[in-house]
């Protein structure tokens, strides 16, 4: 089964092209998600980053101030220190200079105050050097100032320039030292670090604050007592000193850190510090004093305002250690933080890239697969593996989709390609499609498979009844031309001769005329069914229309097998056929033709089994022939009669020779009647007899042409003849062959000739073969019944080697039974002769005349007689002869000389 023809679809929608937008999908030159998705997840990741970073940036200021403050802070403790150790010296070298000036001998110094200024300003000295040496801060200047204080010492120079010198030098140092704290100030300022560090420092300004304003508050009180008269503008500066040092000293009290609140704590808590404040107050509030009324008083205020200088230093130092130690502890903090953040940053930064990576490979690697995906099948390649579903529910939805569409696309590929090959039954359609749209899609696919399957179902039968016989279901005509013809490529390409049966019916026509259409039709299907029945394998049995069949034999070993099955053909049509309990009893008549090795063509070969089919028919039927090198001569000396009869009759090479036919009842013969037997005088050929042209012409329309010429030439004779004495009452039997007999104006053709020459229809007799009634028997009988009607008289010719059954000699509409020269030959042979009796009985039961044919012996003469047979015709009696010699022969009186007319 072939697919149809696809112009009778309607065309699929044509495939988009490559080019297509919604073709092929492409990810070259865009951004991929992956891509995007990172982006998304790292802008977080970079705004953090960012804020991380100013945090960290802000805690590196932090640090860098911290740092930058103690860096301040150990360059004001050098500072600070410098002036503790030069206010050291300056001690016992303005008491050397003072006592120097009130002529007061050192010994009482140490009396009053406890220490030998002298030794004390030498070890201040060394201290002071040891300071300056180690010192890592600029005080080149301080150091110069120092040596001029020194000198000015030295010299004695009077108290007040050696004081004034010595505070240069303190002075300088001071400006340092403010300098640094300024610096100090500064990077403090916004300083928003550890709370301690601020504190220290808080407490170290208010530490350094006091012991200036302390140092302040002592000058002020000297001047206060200097010389026992009212100074008011000292005792204003006193009280302003005294109080803010105590107060800066209240500002360490609330910021210090432990070892300054120790040194704090010793500081207020000593006798000196008592003993200084009472003496502050009381000059103060009391009358004026001079210190050099009460050398002892005075000494003792002395010595408590120095204990209370060297304590104010050692609270400074201790703040300054511990401000420093604080800030350092502070900056390690800022370091240590700033390590931290930038760690966090670090750590943050790089798990959320982490995270971010793994966020966008888990969305981006199930849709960079579907995508992937969706681009082969986009391309038409279907690998059938589903995508497995994972990823967001989104994705795994979208992948299921997918994984549909591909089954559903890669199934309705399958089919459609089923469909194409015409393979309706393919396992494929099984197959179910899933989802929604897979049941709408197989619905679609079920309908078209079903309406291809109709429309093919529906080719097959036409394409059968255009190659098949409606009646038999046998293969046609064009069927069997088809098939002949590849069998015949298969004989070429293999070497095997191929033979073609041509089967005609023999006695169809008359089984249809005389039981009728219905019945005729199922003997031929019975017939088909036979045939069919006994071919071998690969063997195609054909009608070609009417009664002829065709057989296509493949692969046989030669003619005589091919006429073995011709035979067999033959055989199994012949057994009686019984329908409807009727029986019939046909034959066939069959030619072969053998292609040898399937170089010729179908139509040559069906040609050729159709003109041995003739041959068959002629040679008597129920026989099959081959259709060979005599066959073939045969054809072409048909073809050379046709061409050469037309001038043959014109020429008047044709001539009627007749031969006596003798009733020899009672031992005379008395003629009866001649039968007129045709000569051919060829140029180039001689005498031809009709038996060497007659039963070939019978296969051409010439025949006919033949017979008027026959009919025309006899009944002249016959006028003629009649008009001699002794042949008056002269019978002429007239030979018509069946092509004529059968042929529409062959009544007319007599019916002119009988009255043109003027002779009685009773004494003409019309002689055909059995032949003549087989063909179409209603055709020939009306012909027959015709003439009959007109008086002629009718004989079957030859009888007893044709078909003509008992049974049917009663209803035909004839005259005289005419037995063929055959049986006269072999009459001595006790079968022929029982075949001979039963005819000539049958022909006395029916009323019929009976004539023996080729009777060339007295045996045979006697014979016949004795069967009841008395009229003869044959050599024993005469050979056909001129109408002269029969004239002489049987004639008594020529009136005039015979012609032959045209
Ligand atoms: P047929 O009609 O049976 O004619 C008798 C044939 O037997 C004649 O042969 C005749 O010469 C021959 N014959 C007669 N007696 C003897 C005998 O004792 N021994 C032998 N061996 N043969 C004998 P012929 O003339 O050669 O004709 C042969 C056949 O040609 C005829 O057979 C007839 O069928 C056909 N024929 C002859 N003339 C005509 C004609 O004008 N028209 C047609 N349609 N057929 C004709
Ligand atoms: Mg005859
Ligand atoms: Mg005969």
């Not at 210190?291 to 305002?305: E, N």
């Not at 104006?745 to 073969?769: F, H, K, L, M, Q």
Request: negative net charge; glycine residues 8%.
């Amino acid at each position: 089964v072939s697919f149809p023809d696809n112009s009778a679809y309607p065309a699929y929608p044509a495939p988009p092209a490559a080019s297509h937008p919604g073709g092929a999908v492409s990810t070259r030159g865009k951004t991929g998600l992956w891509a995007r998705l990172v982006a998304i997840a790292l802008l977080p990741v970079i705004g953090l980053s960012i804020w991380a970073g100013t945090a960290t940036l802000s805690l590196r200021r932090q640090s860098n101030r911290a740092a930058n403050a103690l860096n301040h802070m150990d360059r004001l403790g050098q500072f600070l220190e410098l002036r503790s150790a030069i206010e050291g010296e300056r001690v016992p070298t303005s008491t050397i200079t003072t006592i120097a000036q009130y002529n007061v001998p050192p010994s009482m110094v140490t009396l009053l105050l406890g220490f030998n200024p002298i030794t004390e300003q030498a070890t201040a000295r060394a201290s002071v050097d040891k300071d300056f040496a180690k010192a890592t801060v600029d005080v080149s200047d301080a150091h110069e100032l120092l040596m001029l204080a020194r000198r000015s010492a030295d010299q004695s120079d009077v108290r007040e320039t050696v004081f004034a010198k010595f505070q240069k030098v303190t002075d300088d140092l001071r400006k340092h030292s403010a300098e640094e704290l300024a610096a100090l100030r500064m990077s403090m300022y916004g300083f928003d670090g550890d709370r301690s560090v601020t504190n220290s420092l808080v407490a170290l300004l208010a530490a350094y604050d006091s012991t200036e304003r302390f140092g302040g508050a002592t000058l002020d009180l000297f001047n206060v007592m200097g010389n026992g008269e009212e100074n008011r503008p000292a005792r204003v500066e006193l009280a302003s000193d005294y109080a803010l040092a105590i107060s800066a000293l209240n500002t360490v009290a609330t910021n210090a850190g432990p070892e300054t609140l120790a040194a704090l704590h010793e500081l207020r808590s000593s006798q000196a510090m008592k003993d200084s404040s009472t003496a502050i107050e009381k000059s103060l509030s009391g009358p004026p004093v001079a210190f050099v009324s009460d050398l002892k008083g005075t000494a003792k205020i002395f010595k408590a305002l120095l204990k209370v200088g060297q304590l104010e230093h050692q609270l400074l130092g201790k703040a300054a250690t511990e401000a420093r130690r604080v800030a350092a502890q502070g900056q390690r903090t800022s370091e240590n933080r700033l390590k931290q953040s930038v760690l966090i940053v670090v750590v943050l930064a790089f798990s959320s890239i982490l995270i971010a990576l793994v966020i966008a490979q888990l969305i981006s690697r199930p849709l960079k697969a579907l995508a992937r995906k969706a681009e082969r099948i986009g391309q038409g390649h279907l690998d059938g593996i589903p995508l497995h579903e994972k990823g967001p529910h989104e994705v795994t939805t979208v992948t299921r989709a997918v994984n549909e569409l591909e089954s559903i696309i890669s199934t309705l590929d399958k089919q459609t390609s089923a469909l194409a090959l015409g393979d309706l039954d393919a396992d494929v359609f099984d197959q179910v499609l899933p989802g929604r749209l897979g049941e709408s899609v197989q619905a679609t696919m079920e309908r078209l498979s079903s309406s291809i399957r109709n429309r093919e179902d529906l080719q097959t039968r036409l394409r059968f009844q255009a190659s098949h016989d409606a009646l038999t279901g046998l293969p046609n005509r064009k069927a069997i031309i088809e098939a002949l013809e590849s069998a015949l490529s298969r004989a070429h390409r293999r070497g095997e001769p191929v033979a073609t049966l041509f089967l005609d019916l023999d006695g169809f026509k008359r089984a249809n005329d005389v039981h009728g259409h219905r019945i005729g039709d199922e003997v031929l299907r019975e017939c088909a069914k036979r045939l069919n029945a006994q071919m071998r394998s690969g063997d195609i049995v054909g009608r070609l229309g009417g009664d002829e069949f065709v057989v296509v034999c493949e692969g046989v070993a030669g003619a005589s097998e091919a006429l073995l099955a011709a035979q067999r053909c033959i055989d199994v049509v012949s057994e009686p056929i019984v329908i409807e309990g009727k029986v019939c009893l046909i034959g066939a008549s069959v030619g072969v033709a053998i292609d040898l090795d399937g170089n010729g063509t179908a139509s040559d070969l069906l040609r050729d089994a159709d003109l041995a089919v003739y041959r068959a028919k002629a040679r008597g039927r129920g026989r099959a022939e081959l259709f060979d090198e005599f066959a073939r001569e045969e054809i072409d000396r048909l073809s050379d009669l046709e061409q050469a009869m037309p001038r043959a009759i014109e020429n008047n090479e044709l001539h009627l020779m007749y031969q006596p036919i003798f009733d020899t009842h009672d031992g005379k013969h008395s003629l009866v009647s001649v039968e007129a037997l045709i000569r051919w005088n060829r140029p180039g050929h001689g005498e031809i007899s009709p038996v060497d042209f007659i039963p070939i012409l019978e296969g051409s329309p010439r025949i006919i042409d033949i017979g008027r010429w026959v009919l025309k030439n006899a009944l002249k004779q016959l006028a003629y003849l009649r008009e001699h004495e002794g042949l008056v009452d002269l019978t002429m039997s007239i030979n018509l062959a069946a092509r004529h007999m059968m042929a529409p104006g062959v009544v007319d053709d007599v019916r002119s000739e009988i009255e043109a020459n003027n002779v009685p229809a009773n004494r003409v007799v019309i002689e055909i073969t059995e032949t003549t009634l087989l063909d179409d028997m209603t055709i020939a009988c009306e012909h027959l019944r015709l003439l009959r009607e007109m008086g002629l008289r009718i004989a079957i010719d030859d009888f007893g080697t044709g078909f003509t059954s008992i049974n049917q000699l009663g209803i035909l509409p004839i005259d005289v039974l005419k037995i063929d020269g055959s049986f006269v030959r072999r009459i001595h042979e006790p079968m022929q002769r029982s075949i001979a009796q039963m005819m000539i009985g049958i022909a006395a039961t029916l009323g019929l005349d009976v004539v023996a044919e080729g009777v060339e012996t007295d045996a045979e003469a006697q014979a016949l007689s004795t069967l009841g047979c008395s009229r003869h015709q044959g050599y024993k009696y005469a050979r056909p002869l001129s109408p002269q010699s029969l004239i002489d022969r049987h004639g008594y009186g020529v009136r005039h000389a015979p012609t032959q007319s045209h």
